[in-house]
T-cell receptor, first 112, second 114 residues
Framework: QKEVEQDPGPLSVPEGAIVSLNCTYSNSAFQYFMWYRQYSRKGPELLMYTYSSGNKEDGRFTAQVDKSSKYISLFIRDSQPSDSATYLCAMSALDGANNLFFGTGTRLTVIP | SQTIHQWPATLVQPVGSPLSLECTVEGTSNPNLYWYRQAAGRGLQLLFYSVGIGQISSEVPQNLSASRPQDRQFILSSKKLLLSDSGFYLC?????????????FGPGTRLLVL
């Protein structure tokens, strides 16, 4: 079993829709959770990061962490064509090794 | 602010040829540096990381090697490329110290081995 599981999609939604992207994980030691956005042929760009459980909001983006279920989500409200990209979840334990464990990414297309 | 550069952006090399990819970071000192490979549908695979000049840790045994000749320079090399080395190579940096620091990625190098 992989440490981080992410549905690869692809996911297509109409412009303005609410998008839900999810990852599950198996290692209960993970405490930092990140979402990266990667446009085609570019490096991943950090979108948001959260520590432990709870919600974090930044503009149209909301990150949720449920440690009891080992489940994290990224919600995108009022999705735009410019949101079309691959979204990668990543997570790490607070063990000083600074190792990141990535999901395989979900490819999102927002149709105008 | 910090900036991370990678070059070349794209590279096409024959099997058996050598490889040298370069990564430099500006605007920070003593960063942790990382090399990842991203293959289609397989996510990011950590290849090497470095916490200081000359200090390299290898995560995956293979025909690749890494070096850190200067504080903010990280080089990925191979003496003889294999077909399986094709992929998207990403360099990343994070601040040193603390239990965890977020990693920031460069623009990547797309390598095609023919």
């Amino acid at each position: 079993q992989k440490e981080v599981e992410q549905d690869p999609g692809p996911l297509s939604v109409p412009e303005g829709a609410i998008v839900s992207l999810n990852c599950t994980y198996s290692n209960s030691a993970f405490q930092y959770f990140m979402w990266y956005r990667q446009y085609s042929r570019k490096g991943p760009e950090l979108l948001m990061y959260t520590y432990s459980s709870g919600n974090k909001e930044d503009g149209r983006f909301t990150a949720q962490v449920d440690k009891s279920s080992k489940y994290i989500s990224l919600f995108i409200r009022d999705s735009q064509p410019s949101d079309s990209a691959t979204y990668l979840c990543a997570m790490s334990a607070l063990d000083g090794a600074n190792n990141l464990f990535f999901g395989t990414g979900t490819r999102l297309t927002v149709i105008p | 602010s910090q900036t991370i550069h990678q070059w070349p952006a794209t590279l096409v090399q024959p099997v058996g040829s050598p490889l040298s990819l370069e990564c430099t970071v500006e605007g920070t000192s003593n960063p942790n540096l990382y090399w990842y490979r991203q293959a289609a549908g397989r996510g990011l695979q950590l290849l090497f990381y470095s916490v200081g000049i000359g200090q390299i840790s290898s995560e995956v045994p293979q025909n690749l090697s890494a070096s850190r000749p200067q504080d903010r320079q990280f080089i990925l090399s191979s003496k003889k490329l294999l077909l399986s080395d094709s992929g998207f190579y990403l360099c990343a940096w994070s601040a040193a110290g603390g239990l965890f620091e977020t990693q920031y990625f460069g623009p990547g190098t797309r390598l095609l081995v023919l």
